[in-house]
């Protein structure tokens, strides 16, 4: 158990923690899986055979990203803005395109993640000296309000990765709502969905045979035993996964194998054997249900661009 600080217990992460674990069920926010060691296991898991994601929208973006630029761009200045980052690779051949037609915009990362963002702008630096980039760390909206009250500048967001998925379809509304709100008629947003499949395709990428899913969860339990002075012990934690393709929904929990408590800064949160902690849903999409979502939250599906297998799309969405 670590050291207790003033103030940890005011932290957005302690009290989301404390409050997700208080409940039933227990549930961990996934925002929270990036820390510097998440960051590095999920580049682990995006280049490992059986997660298919990351190969599907980098097939997409390396074929069609002329095309895709032409959909997006325009003679006018404008920001580009992405969500959820990761480390640029999709990006980066967007912002190749974009600088060899002469466009004229400002990249400006958003993640929670300062190495995230820290990490993206010394690679843009590097790889692509005469971009503009301004990185953004923080919630989303927040900094997305942010950008609105600074200027009248057309926005295009990046959200790619599927990081749309992250939420239940009820959740993915509200957010697409939500982010409708933060944008202006004409912005555009580029969403990356994973489609429906077979089923055993879909779990065996978030259970993968190298068990680097199963370290990146352990590494939040890991992550607040170092930061919240908590003292989990993650070898009587599992990882479990599970996939409906009734609901199109990917799940991931911690299983723990005995009774136990844990213990943080003023509070103890009791476990029963058997009991699991909810961290991750990965939702799966039709075409027709994105296009509903679209219509639904003020968008209208402007094009799209899928892989070759049609297991990945690439939607281009307009606000309306």
């Keep these: 158990m670590g050291n207790f600080t003033t103030g940890v217990k005011e932290t957005r992460f302690y009290n989301d923690v404390i409050s997700g ?5 227990k549930q961990l926010f996934s925002k929270y899986f990036y820390d510097a060691i998440g960051d ?10 059986d997660y298919y994601l990351t190969k599907c929208e980098m097939e997409i973006l390396e074929l069609q990203t002329e ?17 959820g980052p990761g480390d640029g690779t999709k990006s980066i051949k967007l912002l190749k395109e974009l600088t060899h037609k002469k466009a004229d915009f400002t990249y400006i990362p958003i993640d929670i993640s300062h190495s995230v963002i820290d990490n993206l702008e010394a690679l843009v630096a590097d790889t692509l000296p005469e971009v503009k980039t301004s990185g953004m760390n923080g919630d989303f909206f927040d900094m997305l309000n942010q950008l609105r009250n600074s200027n009248g500048a057309r926005r295009v967001v990046l959200c790619l990765g599927g990081n749309i998925g992250n939420m239940t379809v009820g959740e993915s509304h509200a957010f697409c709502g939500k982010l409708r709100q933060s944008l202006s008629k004409g912005d555009k947003i580029i969403f ?5 499949k077979n089923p055993k ?6 259970d993968d045979s190298e068990g680097i899913t199963k370290r990146f969860n352990l ?8 930061e919240l002075c908590s003292d989990f012990d993650v070898k009587k934690f599992e990882h479990y996964c599970s996939y409906d393709p009734e609901t199109g929904s990917c799940k991931s929990y911690l299983v723990c194998l005995q009774d136990l408590e844990v213990h943080f800064p003023e509070a103890v949160i009791p476990f029963k054997k058997d009991e699991y902690i909810h961290m991750e849903i990965s939702q799966k ?7 509903d979502m679209a219509h639904k939250t003020g968008f209208v599906v ?4 899928f892989d070759s297998k049609k297991w990945y799309v690439d939607s281009v969405w307009e606000a309306v």
Excluded: H, W
Aim: hydrophobic share 45%; aromatic share 12%; charged share 25%.
């Design 21 to 25: 674990l208080s409940g039933f069920p």
């Design 40 to 49: 590095k296991l999920f580049q682990q898991i995006m280049n490992c055979d």
């Design 67 to 83: 095309a895709i630029i032409d959909s997006i761009s325009a003679d006018d200045y404008f920001e580009l803005v992405e969500l």
């Design 192 to 196: 990356g969905f994973d489609l429906v």
């Design 201 to 206: 395709i879909i779990r065996r990428a978030y």
């Design 219 to 226: 590494n939040l339990l890991e992550r607040m035993n170092r």
């Design 285 to 291: 999409y039709t075409l027709s249900q994105i296009s």
């Design 302 to 305: 402007d094009r799209n661009f």
